[in-house]
C-alpha cells in the first residue's frame, strides 16, 4: 500500500509540473539561473558598487559615493595603457584574421575525411597548458634565445635583436594563443558556403580575385566578425601574456587591473578599470550583431 | 553546312580522378563524346542521373575542363580557358542566387564585373526583369522570392548578359509539377524571342521533348542517340533510348525473313511479327521489335490487311487513368503487351472498342509502327 501512495504522489507531482508550463521553465532554468547570479551577477554588482567608491590609506573600500575613478582615466598614463592595449589586441585579430582565414579556407575546401584530422591538427598543441605555451615562446624571443642564437650564429646580426619585452612579442604571444578561436568561426563560415555561388560570380566573368571579395568574403564575413570577437577581446583584457613576454613592464589593461587589484589594492579604481574594459566589449558585440543581421 | 556551329565538342572525354587520387580507381563522366551544336536552336542532353550530362554542360561553360578531346565555342577553342573569359552564361540548379545582394544587383553583376557604364546597367537589368515578368522586383532579396521567381531571376541573371550560349542546368527540377509546365513553355518562348542557343541538361524526358529543337540522349557518358524531339521517339536506335523516352513494349526473337524493308520476326519462337527496316539482316539473328503502348489497337476480330499485325491476345488487367485506358494483354506465356488507348470516343461506338477483363481479343498495330532494335 505504501508503494502506491509513493507512485501516486509521485505522479501527483508529474501531474503538477505537467499542468504548469510555467513551473517547468523555472524548474528547467534553475540551475544555470542560480549559478548565473550568485557567481556572476552578485560579483558583478559588487564590482560596479565597488567602482564609484574610494579606497582607504590602507587598501580598504571607504564608502563615499564619487565619480574620480572613471575621471582618472584621463590620466594621459592611463590612456596610453588603453590606447596601447587596443593597437595590441587590433594588431592581435589582424594577423590572427591573416594567417587563420587562408588556413580555415584550405581546411574547410578538402575533402570531408581530411577536415576533422586537420581540425585535430590545429587544436593538439592547444592541449598543452597556457602557461608552458607561454614560457616556451620566452624561450623562443629573449636575447639568448631559438630566433637570435640562430641569426647571431649565423652572422646574419652582430646583435640581439630586441623581441623580448616588446609589444611585437605580445602580439606574438596573443596570435599564437588565440588563433584557433578565429580559424575556427571561419572555417564554420566558409564550410557553409554554398560553392556554386562562387562558380556562378565565375560564370558571370568575375576572376578569382573578384570572385572573393564580391561572394565568398561578404558571404563569411559573419565568420570572419565572430573569430575577431573571440580574439579581440580576451586580447584586450589579456594578462598572462602581456605579464611574461611584456618583461614585467605594466602595458595593458589586464595588467593595470591586476596590479590595481593586487600590488596597488585600490579596489575601487581596479572596478572603474574592469567595468571601462567590459563596457568597450559590449560595444563591440553589439557592433558584431548589427553588422551580423545585415549580412544575414 | 546551312547552319552555324555554336558549340562543338569533338571527342571529349572526361575522368575524373579516384577518391585516392589515383587514375586507376577514376571514373569516365564523359566518354568520346562528340557533338554540334547549332546556332540559336534549343539543345537538350537528357539521360539519367550519372550519365556526364551534366560534366558535359560544365565543360562547356569551363567549370571542368576535357581529360581529351576539344571544345570550341563559335570556332574558338576553348582550351583551358577559365569561366569568367568565356561568353556562356550559366543558369544553375539551385539557381546560385547571390544571398547577400538585392535582385538588381545579382542581375547587374556580370555586366558591373564587365565595367559596363552604371546608366546602361541600370537599363538593362530593367529590361532583364521585365523580360522575365518580374518588373519593380529589383530592390528584393532573394529570399523574399518563391522559387518560381527566384528561377527567372537566374535566367534575367544569364541573359542580361546576352551570352553566345546559354547553358542551363535542370533550371526547373526544384519547382512543382505545374509551374515547371508553365515554365517549359515559358522558357521555350523566351529562347524564340532572344534567338540565343539553349544547351539544356535534364533527366526529364516529357521536358526534352515539350522544348528542344534537337535532343542527344546520354547514357554511361556516351551520346546513344542524337536528332529532333520525333526522330528520337519514334525511331528510337537502341533499347535504352527506347526504353528511357516513352514507354515501349519489348518483343525479342530472331529475323526469319526479309523482303525489302519488310522484315519478319519470329517472337517468343512462334508468333511472326512484320517490322520496317532499312538494314539488311540475315535469318537467324537475335534482335528486337519495339512497339509503343499507344500505336497497338485492340480488336475484336483479326486485322486482314498485309501491313498489319495482329496477334491473339487475354486482356489480364484493365487500368483506367482518366485520358488514357492501360490494358495489360498477355499473348503467350513468355510474351505480354501493354496497349495503351486514348479515351475519345464512347465505348458503345464500335470504333471505340474496349476489350474486357479476360477478354480474348487481338492486339493490331502496322508493320511500320514497330522499330527494330538490333541490341
Known sequence: MTEDTTTKGKQGVLDTIRRRPGLQTLLLIFPSLFWLVVFFVLPLLIVLVYSFLKRGPYGQIVWEFNLNNYARFLDPLYLKVFLRSF?????????????????????????????????????IPFWTNFLVRTYAWILILRDTGLINSALLSLGIINEPLPLFGTDLAITIGLVYGWFPDMVLPCYAA?????????????????NEFRSFLRVIFPLTLPGVIAGSILVFIPSLGAYVTPDLLGGAKTVMIGNVIQSQFLSVRDYPFGSAFSFVLMAIMLLATLLYFRVGARTA | MGYDVAVYLNGVTKKFLGPSGSPGGGVVAVDDVTLKIRDGEFYSLLGPSGCGKTTTLRMIAGFEYPTTGEISIHGTLMGLTPPYQRNTNMVFQNYALFPHMTIARNVAFGMEMKKVSKAEVRRRVAEALEMVRLPGYGPRKPNQLSGGQQQRVALARALVNRPEVLLLDE????????????????????????????????HDQEEALTMSDRIAVMHRGKVLQEGSPTG??????????????????????VVQEQEGERVTVLVGGRLPVLVESEQSLEPGRQVTVAVRPEKVWLRPQEAKAADHNSLRCQVEQVVYVGNDTRFHVRISDEVSMVVRQQNVISTSDPLGYQADQDAPAYAVWRSDAGRLLLD
Do not use: H
Request: charged share 25%.
Open chain 1, 87 to 123: 593597437k595590441i589586441a587590433g594588431l592581435t585579430t589582424l594577423f590572427c584574421f591573416l594567417f587563420g582565414y587562408p588556413m580555415a579556407y584550405w581546411i574547410a575546401t578538402r575533402s570531408r575525411r581530411w577536415r576533422n584530422t586537420l581540425l585535430l591538427l590545429l587544436m
Open chain 1, 190 to 206: 566558409i564550410e557553409r558556403l554554398d560553392f556554386s555561388l562562387v562558380e556562378a560570380a565565375q560564370d558571370l566573368y568575375a
Open chain 2, 171 to 202: 533550371p526547373l527540377g526544384a519547382l512543382d509539377l505545374k509551374l515547371r509546365k508553365e515554365m517549359q513553355i515559358e522558357l521555350k518562348t523566351l529562347q524564340r524571342e532572344v534567338g540565343i542557343t539553349f544547351v539544356y541538361v535534364t
Open chain 2, 232 to 253: 528520337i521517339y519514334e525511331r528510337p536506335n537502341c533499347r535504352f533510348v527506347a526504353d528511357f523516352i516513352g514507354e515501349t513494349n519489348f518483343l525479342d526473337g
